[in-house]
């Protein structure tokens, strides 16, 4: 694949040049622009950071990008506002099966300064982000974007699929109210029925044959810790082929025909 070169720095970003007389003229705005400009360049002077940057950030896209291409970002900023809002929600929840689990539920819900406002957006963002996740897999299906060079993106893409649904399944135990624990019974039973591994994963969830208090433990260390280290691992990956790769054009875009080949053509 031919390499591009890297775009320049963007106008906004590049210093003003200094002329000897003029820095006391200079307007406050002006004089802060500049101090976070030699901000940036003490950073990437040690670093050299800023080379990654306009890799990742300044690509060229296809003709015909549209709306549809957001929802991969959509996906990952779903996951962000997860992550910060469990932070939020860990430091009140106890992972405790006599009561204290429950009991911290009600208490992040009833008591917390704008609990039931986080718990709320943490429990609607999941669905959302599993909405999302799909929306962004059938785009990127009816687009063709699965096809040769970008076949491995599909498959880190699966795996973030169940990663996804894994950190849906394992936190609605959670609040450890009836729901939740009878509706996660039927999960794992159902999952003790697959073939060959089927049951060796539900005794791992379960931490033993019947359900019990290490069960919740084990729900919440793969829920905040298991998972989505891993899944924000595998979608660094995938961003990178993203960059990589680039984005592939809309279906209905036809690629320009070389005029030497279609002289072969008649
Ligand atoms: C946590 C879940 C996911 C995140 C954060 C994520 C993120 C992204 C982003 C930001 C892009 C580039 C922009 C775009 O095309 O929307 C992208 C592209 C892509 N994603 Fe995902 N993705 C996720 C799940 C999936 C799934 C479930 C699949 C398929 C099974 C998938 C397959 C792809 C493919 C093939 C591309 C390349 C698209 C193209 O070349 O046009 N991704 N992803």
Redo the contacts with the bound molecule.
């Keep these: 694949m031919p390499k591009l070169p890297l775009p320049p720095v963007p106008e906004k970003l590049r210093p003003t040049p200094k002329s000897p007389g003029s820095a006391p003229t200079r307007k406050p705005i002006e004089q802060a622009k500049e101090a976070g400009i030699s901000a940036v360049d003490w950073v990437d002077e040690r670093t050299s950071l800023s080379g990654g940057m306009r890799w990742v950030m300044f690509r060229k896209v296809p003709k015909g990008t549209n709306w ?6 959509a ?2 900023f779903a ?1 962000l506002a997860q992550a910060v809002t469990g932070v939020f929600l860990a430091m009140y929840y106890s992972p405790d099966a006599a009561g204290g689990a429950y009991e911290s539920i009600r208490y992040i819900t009833n008591e917390v300064f704008l609990g039931e406002f986080v718990r709320g957006m943490h429990r609607w963002g999941s669905t959302v ?1 599993v909405i ?3 929306l ?2 059938a ?3 009816f ?1 063709g ?2 096809k040769y060079p ?1 076949e491995l ?6 795996l ?2 169940i ?2 649904m894994m950190m849906s399944f394992t936190g609605y135990l959670l609040p450890f109210d009836q729901r939740s624990y009878w509706a996660t019974i039927v999960g794992v039973n159902i999952n003790g029925t697959g073939p060959f591994v089927g049951p060796f994963l539900s005794d791992f969830m379960r931490g033993g044959a019947e359900f019990s208090a290490t069960s919740l433990s084990r729900f919440y260390a793969i829920h905040m810790m298991l998972v989505p280290g891993i ?1 924000g691992l ?2 660094g990956f ?2 990178y ?2 960059a990589k ?4 054009a809309p279906p209905w875009l036809k690629a320009p025909v070389d005029p030497e080949l279609r002289k072969d053509r008649v």
């Design positions: 549809f291409y957001t929802l991969g970002s996906c990952m996951f982000m999302l996740v799909f962004h897999m785009r990127t299906f687009f974007a699965y970008r993106n599909w498959v880190i893409g699966v973030l699929l990663l996804t899944l595998m979608m995938h961003l082929l993203v790769l680039g984005t592939t």
